[in-house]
C-alpha cells in the first residue's frame, strides 16, 4: 500500500481529462453508391475505378486501378471485408462495405494528416522538471524481482521507447508516440487522456492485468475497443483497434488476447490508445497503473566480468 501510495503521490495530476482525443482532418466525402450491378465481379466501370483507388491508397495490393472488377479486386474486397471483422468472398461490393471503404479512407487520410501535424508541432515537455527528449531511448534498466527501479517509478516512458526497454509489459509492442497528458493541438481537450503505442495494423494487443471484459464493441472516437475492470473499480480502454477478439463476460488474464491493432474512430494513424479510468471515471496516468500493477518483464541477469 505504502508503494502504491507513492506512485500515485508521483502521477501527474492536476489536469484532469474527460475528452477523447480529436483528428484536426476533416472526413473525405463518400461518394454516392452506384448499385450492385455496378460492383461485381466481371464489370468495369468508373465506380470500381474509385473504389479501386481507395483500396490501393489504404494498402491492399491492386497494381492498377483500371476499373476492371478482376481476381486482384476481388480479393483486395475480401481482404477488407476479413479487416473489418466480416466475412465475404469479395466477389460483389454492397452500399455498406462501400460505405466503410471510403470510411477507411477518411480515416486514414485524417490519421495521416494529424501525424504531420504531430510531427510540426513544437516540442512540449510533460513537466517542467522532466523534459521529454523524443530521441531518448528509455534507460536499459536490470529490473530484480520483477520491480521497478526506483529512478524510474511515476516517470513516462520517453517518447520512441519501445516496451522492451521498460519494466514492465506493454499491451502491444510499439513505439510510444504519445504519452500521457501531452499537450497537443491533436486533442480536443489539448491534452492527451492516455498513451499511444504505434504499431503496424493487425499486430495483436495483448491484456496485461487480469480484468472482466465489460464493453466490447464501437464507441465514437474509440473506435473499436474494449474494456476490462479490474478489481480496485479501475478500468483499462484498448482503443482504436482494426478487430476486436475478447468477448465481452470473459475474464482475462495477462497475455490473453484482446484485439488487434487498428485505426478506427479518431485516430491518429495505427495505434493502440491505452487509457486507464478510475472508479470514479476520471482518467488516470497509465504509466504509474501499469507500474504498480502490470506483468512485469522477465529478470535481466547482470552482465559478469
Ligand atoms: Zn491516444
Known amino acids: 500500500m505504502r508503494l502504491q501510495r507513492r506512485l500515485a503521490s508521483l502521477a501527474i ?15 473525405a ?3 454516392d453508391y452506384p448499385g450492385q450491378a455496378s460492383m461485381q465481379v466481371g464489370v468495369e466501370n468508373q465506380a470500381v475505378k474509385k473504389m ?3 483500396l490501393i491508397e489504404l494498402g491492399y495490393s491492386i497494381s492498377v ?38 470510411a477507411a479512407l477518411a480515416d486514414q487520410r485524417a490519421a495521416e494528416a494529424a501525424e504531420k501535424e504531430f510531427q510540426d508541432a513544437p516540442e512540449v515537455p510533460i513537466d517542467p522538471n522532466e523534459p521529454v527528449d523524443p530521441n531518448a531511448q528509455a534507460p536499459q534498466t536490470t529490473v530484480a524481482n520483477g520491480g521497478v527501479p526506483e529512478k524510474q517509478r511515476g516517470k513516462q516512458p520517453a517518447r520512441g521507447a519501445s516496451s522492451r526497454s521498460l519494466p514492465y509489459v506493454m499491451p502491444v509492442t510499439g513505439q510510444i508516440s504519445a504519452v500521457y497528458n501531452q499537450k497537443g493541438r491533436r486533442w480536443s481537450s489539448r491534452r492527451h487522456t492516455g ?13 496485461v492485468v487480469e480484468g472482466e471484459v465489460i464493453f466490447a464493441a464501437r464507441k465514437p472516437a474509440y473506435g473499436r475497443v474494449v474494456v476490462l475492470q479490474h478489481a480496485d473499480g479501475t478500468t483499462s480502454w484498448y482503443a482504436h483497434m482494426s478487430k476486436i477478439i475478447a468477448k465481452k463476460g470473459r475474464y482475462l488474464t495477462p497475455g490473453d488476447e484482446i484485439g488487434l491493432v487498428g485505426s478506427s474512430g479518431r485516430s491518429s ?5 491505452f487509457e486507464v479510468k478510475s472508479s470514479s471515471d476520471k482518467s488516470m496516468n497509465p504509466v504509474t497503473w501499469l507500474q504498480d500493477r502490470a506483468w512485469k518483464v522477465t529478470p535481466v541477469e547482470s552482465a559478469t566480468n
Open 269 to 273: 494513424g495505427s495505434h493502440l490508445h
Open 52 to 54: 479501386q483507388q481507395a
Open 65 to 102: 486501378a483500371n476499373g476492371k472488377y478482376g481476381p486482384q479486386t476481388t480479393e483486395a474486397v475480401r481482404r477488407f471485408y476479413a479487416d473489418n471483422d466480416d466475412s465475404d468472398d469479395g466477389t460483389s461490393l454492397g452500399p455498406i462495405g462501400w460505405r466503410e471503404i471510403f
Open 195 to 207: 498513451i499511444d503505442i504505434r504499431a503496424p495494423r493487425g499486430t495483436k494487443i495483448k491484456a
Open 13 to 27: 495530476t492536476g489536469l484532469l481529462l474527460s475528452t477523447l482525443p480529436i483528428s484536426a482532418a476533416s472526413a
Open 29 to 31: 466525402s463518400t461518394p
